[in-house]
Protein backbone atom coordinates (compact mmCIF):
# COMPACT_ATOMS: atom_id res chain seq x y z
CA UNK A 1 0.00 0.00 0.00
CA UNK A 2 3.06 2.55 1.05
CA UNK A 3 4.42 1.92 -2.45
CA UNK A 4 1.41 2.96 -4.20
CA UNK A 5 0.74 5.97 -2.35
CA UNK A 6 4.52 6.34 -3.19
CA UNK A 7 3.90 5.84 -7.06
CA UNK A 8 0.72 8.05 -7.22
CA UNK A 9 2.22 11.00 -5.05
CA UNK A 10 5.46 10.65 -7.48
CA UNK A 11 3.38 10.26 -10.85
CA UNK A 12 1.50 13.65 -9.96
CA UNK A 13 4.31 15.38 -8.81
CA UNK A 14 5.85 14.27 -12.88
CA UNK A 15 2.58 15.01 -14.18
CA UNK A 16 2.22 18.68 -11.74
CA UNK A 17 5.90 19.74 -12.94
CA UNK A 18 5.57 18.28 -16.76
CA UNK A 19 2.38 20.59 -17.11
CA UNK A 20 3.62 23.51 -15.16
CA UNK A 21 6.28 23.33 -17.41
CA UNK A 22 4.19 23.02 -20.32
CA UNK A 23 5.84 19.81 -21.23
CA UNK A 24 3.40 17.27 -20.95
CA UNK A 25 3.97 13.63 -21.00
CA UNK A 26 2.42 12.44 -24.26
CA UNK A 27 5.92 10.79 -25.22
CA UNK A 28 5.74 7.93 -22.84
CA UNK A 29 2.87 6.55 -24.09
CA UNK A 30 1.27 6.41 -21.60
CA UNK A 31 -0.11 9.43 -20.13
CA UNK A 32 -2.19 12.00 -22.31
CA UNK A 33 -0.55 15.32 -22.90
CA UNK A 34 -1.65 18.04 -20.53
CA UNK A 35 -3.89 20.70 -20.75
CA UNK A 36 -4.37 24.00 -19.15
CA UNK A 37 -7.77 25.50 -19.10
CA UNK A 38 -8.66 29.01 -17.54
CA UNK A 39 -11.15 29.07 -14.39
CA UNK A 40 -12.73 32.28 -13.62
CA UNK A 41 -11.30 34.57 -11.11
CA UNK A 42 -10.55 33.02 -7.87
CA UNK A 43 -8.89 36.03 -6.29
CA UNK A 44 -8.18 37.03 -2.09
CA UNK A 45 -5.99 38.46 -0.18
CA UNK A 46 -2.95 36.01 0.52
CA UNK A 47 -2.98 35.30 4.28
CA UNK A 48 0.08 37.43 4.61
CA UNK A 49 -1.32 40.64 3.66
CA UNK A 50 1.91 42.49 1.28
CA UNK A 51 2.27 39.02 -0.49
CA UNK A 52 0.87 38.86 -3.88
CA UNK A 53 -2.81 37.96 -3.74
CA UNK A 54 -4.13 34.49 -3.75
CA UNK A 55 -5.27 33.38 -7.43
CA UNK A 56 -6.19 30.40 -9.20
CA UNK A 57 -5.91 31.17 -12.65
CA UNK A 58 -6.27 27.85 -14.83
CA UNK A 59 -6.60 23.87 -13.80
CA UNK A 60 -4.15 21.50 -15.68
CA UNK A 61 -5.35 18.35 -16.57
CA UNK A 62 -3.84 14.84 -17.91
CA UNK A 63 -4.30 11.12 -17.66
CA UNK A 64 -1.60 8.67 -16.30
CA UNK A 65 -2.35 4.99 -15.66
CA UNK A 66 -6.12 5.32 -15.26
CA UNK A 67 -6.15 8.83 -13.62
CA UNK A 68 -6.92 12.06 -13.71
CA UNK A 69 -4.48 14.83 -12.47
CA UNK A 70 -5.74 17.90 -12.01
CA UNK A 71 -3.16 21.01 -10.64
CA UNK A 72 -4.29 23.91 -9.57
CA UNK A 73 -1.32 26.89 -9.38
CA UNK A 74 -1.44 30.07 -7.21
CA UNK A 75 1.60 32.62 -6.69
CA UNK A 76 3.16 33.85 -3.54
CA UNK A 77 6.28 35.87 -2.65
CA UNK A 78 6.64 36.22 1.06
CA UNK A 79 9.06 34.75 2.97
CA UNK A 80 7.69 32.21 5.13
CA UNK A 81 4.66 31.41 2.98
CA UNK A 82 1.65 29.98 4.48
CA UNK A 83 -0.77 26.87 4.44
CA UNK A 84 -3.62 26.85 1.60
CA UNK A 85 -6.52 24.35 1.67
CA UNK A 86 -8.48 24.18 -1.56
CA UNK A 87 -11.58 22.18 -2.30
CA UNK A 88 -12.69 21.41 -5.78
CA UNK A 89 -15.99 20.61 -6.72
CA UNK A 90 -17.04 18.59 -9.56
CA UNK A 91 -19.93 17.72 -12.18
CA UNK A 92 -19.29 15.48 -14.84
CA UNK A 93 -22.98 16.57 -17.02
CA UNK A 94 -22.79 13.41 -19.54
CA UNK A 95 -22.46 10.57 -16.86
CA UNK A 96 -24.03 13.05 -14.02
CA UNK A 97 -21.28 11.71 -12.28
CA UNK A 98 -20.24 14.51 -9.18
CA UNK A 99 -17.88 14.70 -6.27
CA UNK A 100 -15.27 16.63 -4.11
CA UNK A 101 -11.87 16.43 -3.13
CA UNK A 102 -10.00 18.85 -0.70
CA UNK A 103 -6.09 19.39 -1.16
CA UNK A 104 -3.71 21.09 1.17
CA UNK A 105 -0.20 22.52 0.23
CA UNK A 106 2.06 24.32 2.44
CA UNK A 107 3.33 27.58 -0.34
CA UNK A 108 6.90 28.05 0.39
CA UNK A 109 8.35 30.83 -1.58
CA UNK A 110 9.73 31.91 -4.07
CA UNK A 111 8.04 29.02 -5.40
CA UNK A 112 3.89 29.08 -6.51
CA UNK A 113 2.09 26.91 -4.67
CA UNK A 114 0.68 24.10 -6.44
CA UNK A 115 -2.84 21.83 -5.15
CA UNK A 116 -3.14 18.63 -6.88
CA UNK A 117 -6.16 16.45 -6.82
CA UNK A 118 -6.37 12.45 -7.93
CA UNK A 119 -9.23 10.80 -8.92
CA UNK A 120 -9.55 7.75 -11.28
CA UNK A 121 -10.67 8.37 -14.75
CA UNK A 122 -13.80 5.81 -14.00
CA UNK A 123 -15.03 7.88 -11.00
CA UNK A 124 -14.68 11.36 -12.38
CA UNK A 125 -15.25 10.18 -16.36
CA UNK A 126 -14.19 11.05 -19.40
CA UNK A 127 -15.38 14.61 -21.77
CA UNK A 128 -16.06 17.86 -20.08
CA UNK A 129 -16.63 18.29 -16.34
CA UNK A 130 -17.83 21.32 -14.51
CA UNK A 131 -15.40 22.64 -11.76
CA UNK A 132 -15.31 24.47 -9.10
CA UNK A 133 -12.56 25.99 -6.38
CA UNK A 134 -12.42 27.66 -3.13
CA UNK A 135 -9.87 28.15 -0.61
CA UNK A 136 -8.57 28.94 2.61
CA UNK A 137 -5.77 30.24 3.51
CA UNK A 138 -3.96 30.43 6.92
CA UNK A 139 -0.76 31.81 8.02
CA UNK A 140 0.21 31.65 12.23
CA UNK A 141 -1.89 34.54 12.76
CA UNK A 142 -5.31 33.93 10.89
CA UNK A 143 -7.38 32.49 8.01
CA UNK A 144 -8.42 33.70 5.02
CA UNK A 145 -10.96 32.79 2.60
CA UNK A 146 -10.62 33.37 -0.76
CA UNK A 147 -13.37 33.52 -3.36
CA UNK A 148 -14.68 30.69 -5.53
CA UNK A 149 -14.37 30.55 -9.13
CA UNK A 150 -15.26 27.72 -11.33
CA UNK A 151 -14.65 26.51 -15.06
CA UNK A 152 -14.91 23.19 -17.53
CA UNK A 153 -11.85 21.40 -17.83
CA UNK A 154 -11.78 18.01 -20.15
CA UNK A 155 -10.78 14.83 -19.38
CA UNK A 156 -9.37 12.99 -22.30
Do not use: L, Q
Given at each position: MARTKTFT???AAALSIAAAAGLGLAGTGQAEASREFPVSNCIGPSPNIVDLPFM???AIVGTYAGN???AADFPSYFP???QSSLRM???NPS???RGSKISNTQVRPPYQGVHNF???VNQIGKGRVNVTFGAVNRNALWSVPSTSCSGTIVIP
Open positions: RSAVRRAYIGGYDWHTGKVIP
